[in-house]
């Protein structure tokens, strides 16, 4: 997991500073993807922008618009959940675009869900560039909407979207 890392601050050198102090913590994790890792754990997101609109959903707990995204499964990797977890929230089949690389790494503090038993705790969100392939019925589906890319103000949203104009 470490050479994703890796290779993501090669391609994007200049957010090594701000961002490398904040994964500290995951490489003292035994597993970086239990759910239950404490103080955080990697999670996975995609990024899927078709004619200048990009896929959001409402999350269901927060109830802000975000990208789909969620958990690495047991013997997943982040690409294969970011996939897996647009299929379900959304139903649209997605592919990678571009590299086999995030196009946006993100670290950010996810209150305490008592609904779920967990206590407030760190997801480091690996974003993948997606795209839309076919639209079938969502397996966990969320209130899914596409969003003009020029109205996102979310300074993550923002950040990825620049990123993936620019490939």
Do not use: C
């Not at 050198?13 to 994964?23: A, G, N, R, S, V």
């Not at 209150?111 to 997606?130: G, M, Q, R, S, T």
């Amino acid at each position: 997991m470490f050479t994703v890392i890796q290779d993501y601050f090669e391609k994007y050198p200049h957010e090594f500073e701000l961002l490398f102090p904040k994964l500290e913590f995951i490489k003292e994790l035994q597993d970086p993807f239990i759910r239950s890792a404490l103080p955080g754990h990697i999670t996975a997101s995609g990024i899927v922008i078709e004619q200048q609109q990009i896929l959001l959903i409402k999350h269901r707990y927060i109830g802000e618009w975000f990208q789909p995204g969620g958990h690495v499964d047991p013997e997943e990797m982040p690409l294969e959940a970011a996939i897996q977890e647009v299929h379900e929230e959304t139903g649209w089949l997605t592919e990678l675009r571009g590299i086999n690389l995030p196009i946006d790494i993100d670290v950010h503090l996810i209150p305490a869900n008592p609904i779920k038993n967990e206590a407030e705790h760190w997801h480091v969100d690996f974003a993948y560039h997606l795209k839309a392939i076919t639209k079938e019925t969502a397996l966990d589906p969320e209130d899914t909407q596409w969003f003009d890319i020029h109205t996102i103000q979310a300074t993550r949203l923002v950040r990825a979207i620049k990123k993936s104009l620019a490939i």
